[in-house]
C-alpha cells in the first residue's frame, strides 16, 4: 500500500508524490520501460491520466523519481478517495506493477474530542466552524499578528454588533503606536464609523485625557465632514460632558479660520446649544482673551444668541471685571444695533438698576427713553400731573401753579404779587413795580430831570410819582426808581 500524500481542497493542490526505483540488491536504477502512472477513485475501476505527469531519474538522479498531480480536472472533486498507480513499468529485468500513494480530496476529519477531550468542547467548536447560530467562543486571549491590507479580523454582521465587549475593568484597551491611531473607524454611506448607546446609567463613551496633554477625545474634520456630529434622541443631550476639578467639560479651540464649535439649531426649535446650570454652576463661561469669549452671529431674522429666563432665574446674568471690563460690551456696526431688546405682554423691554452715568446721544427723535414717574413721587397724581405739563407746555389755565412753599409756608401766587415789598420805607407791591418797569420799557413813563421825579400812570388810572435818576453807562441807559 503506497503512502498516504494527505487531504487536499477542492481544486487545490497540485498533488506531489516521490517513490523510488531499484535493482534486486537495492542499488538505484531508473526504469527501464517507464510504464503508465494513472490515478484511481475510490474503488472505482476507471482510471484517468487526466493532471499526470511522471518523471523518472529527476533531475538525472537513477532511481528518483516525481509524480505531479494538477487536481483542478473534473475528476478530482469533494469527498472522494484517490489511489496514484504505476503499471506495466520494467524495472531490473522485472515487470512492475505498483500502488506508489494515495490522498484524498476534503473528506478527511479532525477528531476534536482528541484534542480537548470533551465531547461539548467538540460539539461547540463545530457549530461555531459551521456558523450555528447562538454559538459562542470564549478565550482568556486573543492576539492577532498580520500584515494584512484589509484588516486581521474582518466582522460582517448584518443582525447585531459586529463586536460586544463585557468587561469589569476595560471592555477593550487599545495602544496606539507612536504617531499611529488605536481605533480608526470609518463610516461607509450613511452607516456611522461608531455608534455608541450607553446603558440605564452607563456612558456611551467615556473618554479620558492623558496626564499632562493628551486629548480624552481628539476630532478632526476631513473638508466639509464634521469633527464630531452628536445627535439627540428623546430629549437627551447629543453630548453632555462634566468638567471635573478646574477643568472644562468642553474645551475647543478655533483654528486660524475655523470655529472652535459651531452649532445649528434645528428646523423648528431646537436650540444648536442648550445649556443649563446646576446648582452654583453656570451654563456657559466664556472667557474672552483679546477677543471676544462668545461670538454670535445672526442670520436673516433670526438673532445670534436667543437667551430665555426661567421662571426666577435670569436669561443673562453679566458680571464687569474688576477693574475696567465690561460685563456686556455691544458695540454696532454700520447700521445695527448694539443691543435690541424688546419686552414680552406686560414685561418691559429693560428691566434693572443703573447706577453710573450713561453717555451716548439719542439721535433718532423718535428714539424716546421711557421713564417711570410714579417712582419720582410715590403717587400716580404726580405723574400724571408732571405727564400733562410736559405733553401740553404751559398753560395758566388749565396747567396753572396753585401754591409754592417758601419757608414750609405755603402761599399762593396772588400772595406774592400783592405783598408788600419796602426796601426804601416807601411801601410798594411785587405787582406795581413790575407795571412800573413795563411803563418805563414801554415809554408810558415820564422823567424830569430838574426835579429828579418819574410820573408813572398805571392801569387802573392812578398817577404814581417816584423819586430815581437817569444815567448813560457806555451804550446804555440807567434808569434808577427810589
Known amino acids: 500500500m503506497g503512502k498516504y500524500l494527505g487531504n487536499y481542497v477542492e481544486d487545490g493542490g497540485p498533488v506531489y508524490l516521490w517513490w523510488s526505483s531499484v535493482d534486486s540488491n537495492g542499488g538505484s536504477v531508473a526504469p527501464a520501460v517507464a510504464g503508465t502512472t494513472s490515478v484511481y477513485k475510490n474503488d472505482n475501476a476507471t482510471q484517468t491520466i487526466a493532471g499526470v505527469m511522471a518523471q523518472n531519474s529527476f533531475e538525472g538522479l537513477a532511481g528518483v523519481n516525481l509524480v505531479v498531480i494538477t487536481i483542478t480536472d473534473a475528476f478530482y472533486v469533494a469527498n472522494e478517495d484517490y489511489s496514484v498507480v504505476l503499471s506495466a513499468a520494467t524495472i531490473d529485468g522485472e515487470t512492475v506493477n505498483s500502488i506508489l500513494g494515495q490522498f484524498s480530496i476534503e473528506k478527511r476529519v479532525t477528531d476534536i474530542t482528541s484534542i480537548s477531550q470533551s465531547d461539548a468542547a467538540a460539539d461547540n467548536l463545530q457549530n461555531m466552524l459551521t456558523g450555528v447560530a447562538g454559538t459562542t467562543l470564549t478565550l482568556d486571549q486573543l492576539r492577532i499578528n498580520a500584515n494584512i491590507a484589509g484588516g486581521a479580523i474582518d466582522i460582517d454582521n448584518t443582525g447585531g454588533p459586529g463586536i460586544r465587549v463585557d468587561a469589569s475593568t476595560f471592555g477593550a484597551l487599545i495602544i496606539a503606536g507612536d504617531g499611529n491611531n488605536g481605533v480608526t473607524l470609518q463610516g461607509e454611506g450613511a452607516g456611522a464609523g461608531l455608534a455608541a448607546i450607553g446603558g440605564t446609567e452607563g456612558n456611551g463613551i467615556t473618554a479620558l485625557g492623558g496626564a499632562t496633554s493628551g486629548n480624552g477625545l481628539h476630532a478632526e474634520a476631513q473638508t466639509d465632514g464634521s469633527g464630531i456630529e452628536a445627535v439627540a434622541a428623546n430629549n437627551d443631550a447629543g453630548i453632555k460632558t462634566t468638567g471635573a476639578g478646574g477643568q472644562s467639560g468642553i474645551l475647543a479651540t478655533g483654528g486660524p479660520e475655523g470655529d472652535g464649535i459651531e452649532a445649528l439649531g434645528g428646523v423648528t426649535s431646537g436650540d444648536g446649544i442648550h445649556t443649563e446650570a446646576q446648582t452654583d454652576g453656570r451654563g456657559i463661561e466664556a472667557i ?110 388749565t396747567n396753572s401753579v396753585e401754591q409754592v412753599k417758601i419757608n414750609d409756608d405755603a402761599i399762593t401766587v396772588n400772595d406774592i404779587l400783592t405783598a408788600d415789598i419796602d426796601s426804601t420805607g416807601v411801601a410798594t407791591t411785587l405787582k406795581k413795580a413790575v407795571e412800573t418797569i413795563l411803563a418805563i420799557v414801554g415809554g408810558i413813563a415820564s422823567y424830569n430831570e430838574t426835579t429828579g421825579v418819574w410820573t408813572v400812570k398805571g392801569r387802573d388810572g392812578t398817577t404814581t410819582i417816584y423819586l430815581g435818576t437817569v444815567t448813560d453807562e457806555g451804550t446804555r441807559t440807567v434808569s434808577v426808581i427810589s
Open 288 to 397: 474672552g482673551k483679546n477677543s471676544a469669549g462668545i461670538s454670535a452671529m445672526g442670520d436673516g431674522g433670526a438673532p445670534g444668541i436667543g437667551i430665555q429666563g426661567g421662571a426666577t432665574g435670569h436669561g443673562i446674568e453679566v458680571l464687569g471685571g474688576a477693574t475696567s471690563g465690561d460685563g456686556i460690551h455691544a458695540e454696532a456696526p454700520t447700521d445695527g444695533d448694539g443691543i435690541d431688546a424688546v419686552g414680552s405682554g406686560a414685561g418691559v423691554d429693560i428691566r434693572g438698576d443703573i447706577t453710573g452715568d450713561i453717555t451716548g446721544s439719542i439721535d433718532d427723535v423718535n428714539n424716546t427713553v421711557d421713564s417711570n414717574l410714579v417712582e419720582m413721587g410715590g403717587v400716580a397724581q404726580s405723574a400724571t400731573d408732571l405727564k400733562d405739563f410736559a405733553d401740553d407746555g404751559y398753560d395758566p389755565i
